[in-house]
């Protein structure tokens, strides 16, 4: 059996061998790309995150709702994300120089999310949904989220308080909503996702010399 | 002839044989009898931390699988426990994928890593004590990353949620120590051949801190982060747990059914085309995202490529098995091993296919790639765990397993459960897949398609968790009850020794 292969009773060469090999995927997959993504630079409609946003983005990670939402649109050429009202172009890196680190999300069991603050702008909306999904869209099978809310009594409600505008049957009874510091923080970044002002052609260009994901490179064919 | 010789392993079996068929068998495998007292001395140097590691692995199985639980029902119930914060579907789906991933499987394969490493080099555990400091440590940082994962502290990348600056100092002086002990026993090697299940045990040691590193690295930005993300997340798979798991199915199966693994040439080729083409796979997780092309491509490309080492492993392991079939009926490691060798081949095969445009564009983003990676996770991993805790514990405490019942339960709940599971949600992510991919279907449809499959998948758990119950109360009973199993009949059947001569091996070539 060791005629064959007396090399790899030498476990230097198994652990060199290994080890340079691990290295050169993680130059090819990882380093180069940083190197070349160092000149992606936001669009000036892009405003960085403020920090009620980013502390709404620290909730959004502590609950864990990229498990269930995307944040990105992906090429019309072999996707429906455009058509189904999600984008109106797919996302660049560009998109993301702000994102640290990124959401992208691996999983659609709800809506993709990075245009949901122009699709739904009301911060009231926001509040009622993620206080009780379900008082909004009765098909939802998303988690309520109580704990980022207070019941308090009427009286006990301050003019500082935002109180949540629940109504109808799935109202709580004699108590009112507030929400807390959490909730509005996470409503105010959800209504700051809007990745929907227009991508210079010539940065499309760019991209597709980067390598960009543009239309000619994703196509229906894998190439 | 389909019936497998006993192991020389423990001082109990050897007592159970004559002596002329103690020599006979050593002789048909050019052992001399000093190879015995070799293998009794490299299972006392690694006892304490192999048990202490499979006892730790068992209990994070039984909380991975009560989360996973929780989790499930959520997604089809959703107003199930939604009071309290750390019981959120996102926290407690993160804290299951931690307690299975990096408590069990991690766990079990570092432990029969620890108990393979000095038999199949012919030593003693070296260092041993940094090997269970390093474990305890270890664990100790897996606690951290769950309990800070469920109080909402979370780096926020798939699989690398544990804080870094926290829970990642455990996890990297407690797996170093691991190392460092492996490594030991490595360089103090008195065989001259290194087998092939060493390379992969030694590799996976390589790989994992270069992959954890790389995940961690705290300074990416933007879609940088996703393709560390991914790199990391994909690896950790294929480079440490399946690296692992290849290590056991390489030796379990061939050691049990007593002959040879088929062909060392493809071992070799297999083994290396695995770390070529596996390495550079992470990418098909974003298919169509915000990355450059390129790199997409990149990795659809080489998770096609990875038919080679899928192949050439699969020939090597089920060829061993071939003909030797009916062993399966009488070692539950054979049948716990052999069925996570196929499940590999099968998840790595779907995993190719998933990765093409054209199938990603109906599975991306759906239960179709949570049930692929429990095809992984489980049918394979944690099958081959299984296997070799059935096989390694006898050998550690000098009997047999108490009772033919509880791992007949056990086997049937898992697979019974693993099978339903796959298909309940992998039938869920195709209906999700094609619902989303049609925009005039509203997206209500693709959540509503899905609810069958999720409550298959709810069931599904609850029978794996009685799979894992009973198999966590047999371990207890082996392990803690020495009166109980005083019987040294080996389990499922009864067996005499038959030796594979030379002439039948020749005959099936």
């Known amino acids: 059996m060791s005629r064959h292969g007396d090399y790899m009773a030498r476990a230097a060469l198994v652990a060199l061998g290994a080890f340079a090999i691990m290295a050169s995927a993680i130059t090819i997959l990882v380093v180069i790309p940083k190197i070349m993504l160092r000149e992606v630079r936001a669009m000036p409609e892009l405003a960085p995150y403020t920090d009620e946003q980013l502390r709404g983005r620290e909730v959004y990670i502590a609950n864990g709702c990229l498990y269930c939402h995307s944040q990105q649109i992906r090429d019309p050429a072999f996707t429906t994300d455009v058509d189904r009202g999600w984008g109106s172009r797919p996302t660049v890196p560009e998109d993301y120089v702000y994102d640290r680190p990124h959401l992208l999300g691996t999983m659609r069991t709800g809506p993709d999310l990075i245009n949901v603050g122009q699709r739904l702008p009301s911060e009231d909306w926001h509040l009622i949904h993620l206080y009780d999904p379900r008082a909004v869209v009765e098909w939802s099978t998303m988690p309520a989220f109580p704990f980022l809310f207070e019941e308090r009594r009427p009286e006990d409600v301050g003019p500082e308080d935002r109180v949540v505008p629940l109504t109808g049957p799935r109202a709580p009874e004699g108590v009112v909503i507030v929400a807390k510091p959490e909730a509005l923080a996470l409503t105010a970044y959800l209504i700051s996702l809007n990745r929907q002002y227009p991508v210079a052609d010539s940065l499309r260009a760019q991209d597709q010399m980067l390598g960009g994901d543009g239309h000619s490179g994703a196509g229906g064919s894998h190439d | 002839m389909s019936r497998p010789e006993p192991e020389l392993g423990t001082a109990a079996e050897y007592g159970r044989l004559t002596g002329r068929e103690v020599d006979a068998v050593a002789a048909s495998r050019?052992?001399?009898?000093?190879?015995?007292?070799?293998?009794?001395?490299?299972?006392?140097?690694?006892?304490?931390?192999?048990?202490?590691?499979?006892?730790?692995?068992?209990?994070?199985?039984?909380?991975?699988?009560?989360?996973?639980?929780?989790?499930?029902?959520?997604?089809?119930?959703?107003?199930?426990?939604?009071?309290?914060?750390?019981?959120?579907?996102?926290?407690?789906?993160?804290?299951?994928?931690?307690?299975?991933?990096?408590?069990?499987?991690?766990?079990?394969?570092?432990?029969?890593?620890?108990?393979?490493?000095?038999?199949?080099?012919?030593?003693?555990?070296?260092?041993?004590?940094?090997?269970?400091?390093?474990?305890?440590?270890?664990?100790?940082?897996?606690?951290?990353?769950?309990?800070?994962?469920?109080?909402?502290?979370?780096?926020?990348?798939?699989?690398?949620?544990?804080?870094?600056?926290?829970?990642?100092?455990?996890?990297?002086?407690?797996?170093?120590?691991?190392?460092?002990?492996?490594?030991?026993?490595?360089?103090?090697?008195?065989?001259?051949?290194?087998?092939?299940?060493?390379?992969?045990?030694?590799?996976?040691?390589?790989?994992?801190?270069?992959?954890?590193?790389?995940?961690?690295?705290?300074?990416?930005?933007?879609?940088?982060?996703?393709?560390?993300?991914?790199?990391?997340?994909?690896?950790?798979?294929?480079?440490?747990?399946?690296?692992?798991?290849?290590?056991?199915?390489?030796?379990?199966?061939?050691?049990?059914?007593?002959?040879?693994?088929?062909?060392?040439?493809?071992?070799?080729?297999?083994?290396?085309?695995?770390?070529?083409?596996?390495?550079?796979?992470?990418?098909?997780?974003?298919?169509?995202?915000?990355?450059?092309?390129?790199?997409?491509?990149?990795?659809?490309?080489?998770?096609?490529?990875?038919?080679?080492?899928?192949?050439?492993?699969?020939?090597?392991?089920?060829?061993?098995?071939?003909?030797?079939?009916?062993?399966?009926?009488?070692?539950?490691?054979?049948?716990?091993?052999?069925?996570?060798?196929?499940?590999?081949?099968?998840?790595?095969?779907?995993?190719?296919?998933?990765?093409?445009?054209?199938?990603?564009?109906?599975?991306?983003?759906?239960?179709?790639?949570?049930?692929?990676?429990?095809?992984?996770?489980?049918?394979?991993?944690?099958?081959?765990?299984?296997?070799?805790?059935?096989?390694?514990?006898?050998?550690?405490?000098?009997?047999?397993?108490?009772?033919?019942?509880?791992?007949?339960?056990?086997?049937?709940?898992?697979?019974?459960?693993?099978?339903?599971?796959?298909v309940a949600l992998s039938w869920a992510g195709v209906l999700q897949g094609l619902a989303l991919l049609d925009p005039a279907t509203p997206f209500a449809e693709s959540v509503r398609v899905t609810l069958p499959g999720l409550w298959g998948r709810t069931l599904a758990g609850l029978i794996l968790t009685a799979g894992h119950v009973v198999f966590a109360y047999h371990f207890w009973l082996m392990v803690r009850k020495p009166g109980v199993a005083t019987r040294t009949r080996p389990p499922l059947h009864e067996v005499r020794p038959v030796l594979y001569t030379a002439e039948a091996e020749a005959g099936r070539r």
């Open chain 2, 30 to 422: 050019g052992l001399v009898p000093d190879d015995l007292e070799v293998r009794l001395r490299a299972d006392a140097s690694s006892r304490n931390a192999v048990l202490a590691l499979f006892a730790v692995g068992i209990g994070w199985l039984l909380i991975g699988s009560i989360f996973g639980e929780i989790a499930s029902i959520k997604l089809h119930s959703p107003e199930f426990l939604t009071n309290h914060a750390w019981l959120t579907f996102g926290r407690v789906r993160t804290a299951h994928l931690h307690a299975v991933n990096y408590g069990w499987a991690t766990a079990a394969l570092i432990g029969m890593s620890l108990w393979l490493m000095p038999r199949l080099v012919h030593s003693e555990l070296r260092d041993g004590r940094y090997a269970i400091l390093g474990a305890v440590l270890f664990t100790i940082g897996i606690a951290i990353g769950i309990v800070a994962v469920l109080a909402g502290y979370s780096d926020g990348m798939e699989w690398l949620e544990a804080p870094r600056w926290v829970a990642g100092p455990f996890l990297v002086v407690g797996g170093g120590l691991i190392g460092f002990s492996l490594f030991r026993t490595v360089l103090a090697r008195k065989s001259e051949h290194l087998y092939v299940s060493v390379w992969y045990i030694l590799g996976a040691f390589i790989w994992f801190p270069m992959l954890y590193l790389v995940g961690k690295w705290p300074t990416y930005t933007g879609v940088e982060s996703a393709a560390a993300n991914w790199f990391f997340a994909h690896n950790v798979l294929g480079f440490w747990l399946t690296a692992m798991s290849l290590g056991g199915a390489y030796y379990f199966i061939p050691k049990v059914l007593g002959r040879p693994v088929y062909s060392y040439q493809l071992s070799v080729v297999g083994f290396w085309s695995l770390v070529m083409f596996y390495s550079l796979n992470g990418m098909h997780h974003l298919v169509g995202g915000p990355l450059p092309t390129w790199m997409i491509t990149t990795s659809i490309v080489a998770s096609v490529f990875m038919f080679i080492p899928v192949v050439a492993t699969a020939i090597n392991l089920h060829m061993t098995v071939v003909g030797r079939f009916g062993a399966l009926r009488y070692s539950p490691t054979l049948r716990f091993v052999v069925i996570g060798s196929l499940s590999y081949t099968a998840v790595s095969l779907q995993g190719s296919f998933t990765a093409l445009r054209e199938v990603n564009r109906v599975t991306h983003f759906t239960h179709w790639t949570v049930a692929h990676s429990h095809v992984g996770g489980y049918a394979f991993v944690t099958f081959l765990a299984f296997g070799a805790i059935y096989y390694i514990v006898p050998r550690l405490v000098g009997r047999e397993w108490p009772s033919e019942r509880l791992i007949r339960w056990h086997f049937n709940l898992v697979l019974g459960g693993i099978a339903l599971y796959v």
